[in-house]
């Protein structure tokens, strides 16, 4: 089944923990993406990448790294999260960049950082 | 930068009635595309459906279909025979034409929409 799978759904941490949230996807798209969902500002992205080795920041990168050693994964890391990135995270890939193409989303990830 | 405005938080709807969903956007593009995308209560980003800027007929799928107006920037949502299913948050998004460098979508602040038995 194509699919974008996003682990964990869950996770309650304390600041300063580093964390990885891990997206990956089955349909070999080039390009994939992390937004964060928050009440009342709808959905805005943090980074995106191309394809393989390239990454670029997008609306709300402070406080987030990513990597895309691999085509299928992009994974998410919070290096010291802070309270202020409690959110629900979604990562989404597509087969190529341009609103042509789909974008698929994960299930999400609800953050909570104490 | 591109804006997207939805400017109805909540509505609700009886069951197989009929409901419109606005959204409105701001941009100096003459090429665009626009969504809209449902939350269901599983959270799952689900497309609805898409037009392109440079297409004068509105796009359908159907019970969803749109109203796009260019000059007056508004795209708004319609959804026919409302069923219980449709009940989500509905979330409106910009999105500029491939090339034009990074790929991002713009999503406004999202409508919530609850169909009632």
């Known amino acids: 089944e194509a699919q974008v799978t996003q682990n964990p759904r869950y996770l309650i941490t304390v600041t300063g923990k580093k964390l990885t949230v891990t997206c990956s996807q089955n349909?070999?798209?080039?390009?994939m993406s992390w937004y964060r969902q928050d009440p009342g500002l709808g959905l805005r992205q943090i980074y995106y990448?191309?394809?393989?080795?390239?990454?670029d920041k997008g609306d709300v990168p402070e406080g987030y790294k990513v990597s895309r050693k691999e085509k299928r994964n992009f994974p998410l890391i919070l290096e010291s999260p802070s309270p202020n990135q409690t959110s629900l995270y979604f990562c989404?890939?597509?087969?190529?960049?341009?609103?042509?193409?789909?974008?698929?989303f994960g299930p999400g990830t609800r953050l909570t950082v104490t | 930068a591109q804006t997207v405005t939805q400017s109805q938080p909540e509505m609700s709807v009886q069951e197989a009635e009929t409901v419109t969903l606005s959204c409105t956007y701001d941009?100096?593009?003459?090429?665009?595309?626009l969504f809209w995308y449902k939350q269901p209560p599983s959270r799952q980003m689900i497309l609805v459906i898409r037009?392109?800027?440079?297409?004068?007929q509105n796009a359908t799928e159907n019970r969803f279909s749109v109203n796009f107006q260019k000059a007056a920037k508004s795209f708004s949502l319609k959804i026919s025979d409302s069923q219980l299913g449709d009940t989500a948050m509905y979330f409106c998004?910009?999105?500029?034409?491939?090339?034009?460098?990074?790929?991002?979508?713009?999503f406004g602040k999202g409508t919530k929409l609850s169909v009632i038995p």
């Open positions: 989404a890939s597509s087969l190529g960049a341009g609103p042509h193409y789909e974008q698929y």
């Open positions: 349909m070999n798209h080039e390009y």
């Open positions: 990448s191309m394809n393989v080795e390239v990454t």
């Open positions: 941009t100096s593009e003459n090429n665009y595309y």
């Open positions: 037009q392109e800027a440079y297409k004068q």
């Open positions: 998004a910009f999105s500029p034409p491939s090339g034009a460098g990074s790929y991002q979508l713009t």
